[in-house]
């Protein structure tokens, strides 16, 4: 029984590739980026379960899906198990499956041996606050797209370069906590601030890094 640590799983996502997707959040990064929004994705030792669990958790989800999108926290500091969760996911899948790393490709080619063919698209290397960020599904544009199958380059290739609308999804969770997925501009943020603000008296937005609320993820 393989062991995992997730910070959340959703369905559907619109806005981490193509389709309506399953999201997939890993919990623990050692790379911790300066200016993540994802800071609380960091520490390691939550969310502890089995990939079992996490593939029984989304099983009704995954007929329905245009794909997967796994993300963080960093996926690749678990390596054993995102193997694990890829294998056990791909037969029930008929859709393609986007990874993202915060590490550059070099340094996790090692792993990717064990996960030939289960990765179309690879997002890699870190975010970089002072980079641009125009580039489709990526939060800077140091970030690499790799596509590692046919199927990647044929539904994935027109992310490689194209500058990308910052779109992301808001959602409330059952504990009343608002979060998002997707990729949010560095002035997202504050925007949504005003725009609720407004729109909705009572309702208050707060981005602090140590504790982020609203709470995305790429
Ligand atoms: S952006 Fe990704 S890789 Fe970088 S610290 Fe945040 S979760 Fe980790």
């Not at 694990?84 to 790393?101: F, I, M, P, Q």
């Not at 990526?138 to 779109?167: I, V, Y």
Request: proline residues 6%; charged residues 25%; aromatic residues 6%.
């Amino acid at each position: 029984m393989t062991g995992i640590e997730i910070s959340r799983m959703h369905f559907p996502v619109t806005t981490l590739g193509p389709g309506s997707r399953i999201g997939i959040w890993f919990q623990g990064c050692s790379i911790r980026c300066p200016g993540c929004i994802s800071a609380d994705t960091w520490a390691v030792g939550r969310g502890r379960t089995t990939v079992s669990e996490v593939v029984r958790g989304i099983m009704p989800w995954l007929v329905r899906a245009d794909g997967l999108t796994i993300s963080g926290g960093e996926p690749f500091d678990q390596p054993e198990a995102l193997a694990a969760l890829l294998k056990e996911t791909r037969s029930h899948l008929d859709g393609n499956v986007l990874v993202y790393s915060g590490h550059p490709l070099e340094y996790i080619e090692k792993h990717l041996s064990a996960m030939d063919g289960l990765i179309d698209a690879l997002i890699t290397d870190p975010f970089v606050m002072s980079e641009t960020d125009r580039l489709a599904l990526r939060g800077s544009d140091n970030q690499r797209l790799h596509l590692l199958t046919e199927r990647g380059c044929r539904e994935f290739s027109h992310f490689m370069k194209e500058p990308g609308p910052r779109r992301f999804d808001v959602m409330l969770d059952a504990e009343g906590e608002v979060w998002m997925a997707g990729i949010p501009g560095r002035t997202d943020f504050e925007n949504l601030r005003k725009v609720l603000g407004k729109q909705l008296q009572t309702f208050t937005v707060t981005q602090d890094r140590s504790n982020p609320r609203p709470r995305a993820q790429r």
